[in-house]
T-cell receptor, first 112, second 115 residues
Framework: RKEVEQDPGPFNVPEGATVAFNCTYS??????FFWYRQDCRKEPKLLMS???SGNEDGRFTAQLNRASQYISLLIRDSKLSDSATYLC?????????????FGKGTKLSVIP | NAGVTQTPKFQVLKTGQSMTLQCAQD?????MSWYRQDPGMGLRLIHY???????DQGEVPNGYNVSRSTTEDFPLRLLSAAPSQTSVYFC??????????????FGPGTRLTVL
């Protein structure tokens, strides 16, 4: 099984702080990567895709380091609404199909 | 569009009972999959389908069956429920072509308890 490892968390940060999560993956052949967000007792939803060295969307920046096989997610100016669990997801191909390996997630709590 | 819908939202079973978890999507996605999520574990793939009539096993298929007779529906059957199957089950769908590389749309989940 292809492995995806994430920071154990939880991360408790004050509003306005910058926080970063790391994720390492074992499948060196992976070409694209994803961060999903999962609110408590809800389904996961796509936050960001990373296809090259990185991607930025507002306060969120995802970076990819292929040589070291890790992905990071940076959240600037944290909001209370950012409180959630962040899942690192790595697709891998095998047997003619494409499947996803999910990390266990990192829980973020933004406190007032 | 309703997206991905799952029924029921909650279910309690006794050991040995069978049941079917329903999943439907109205986005004409060819790729559909079932995951289970347990505390302290990432989502794990149970079964997936790349189109009507085509299914395959994922990482944890034992004790579960699936079928895909239409593009819209992808039910998951528990043959003889066991306490180890207590979990939250998510159905997901995505566009065709390299299914794992496209955005996965998840249903709201079914919370199953097996006594």
């Amino acid at each position: 099984r292809k492995e995806v490892e994430q920071d154990p968390g939880p991360f408790n940060v004050p509003e306005g702080a910058t926080v970063a999560f790391n994720c390492t993956y074992s499948n060196s052949a992976s070409q694209s990567f994803f961060w999903y967000r999962q609110d408590c007792r809800k389904e996961p939803k796509l936050l960001m895709s990373v296809y090259s060295s990185g991607n930025e969307d507002g306060r969120f920046t995802a970076q990819l380091n292929r040589a070291s096989q890790y992905i990071s997610l940076l959240i600037r100016d944290s909001k209370l609404s950012d409180s959630a669990t962040y899942l690192c997801v790595v697709p891998y191909s095998g047997a003619g199909s494409y499947q996803l390996t999910f990390g266990k997630g990192t829980k973020l709590s933004v406190i007032p | 569009n309703a997206g991905v819908t799952q029924t029921p939202k909650f279910q309690v079973l006794k050991t040995g009972q069978s049941m079917t978890l329903q999943c439907a999507q109205d986005m004409n996605h060819e790729y559909m999959s079932w995951y289970r999520q347990d505390p302290g574990m990432g989502l794990r793939l149970i079964h997936y389908s790349v189109g009507a009539g085509i299914t395959d096993q994922g990482e944890v298929p034992n004790g579960y069956n699936v079928s895909r007779s239409t593009t819209e529906d992808f039910p998951l059957r528990l043959l003889s429920a066991a306490p180890s199957q207590t979990s939250v089950y998510f159905c997901a769908s995505s566009q065709a072509g390299q299914g794992g590389y496209n955005e996965q749309f998840f249903g709201p989940g079914t919370r199953l308890t097996v006594l």
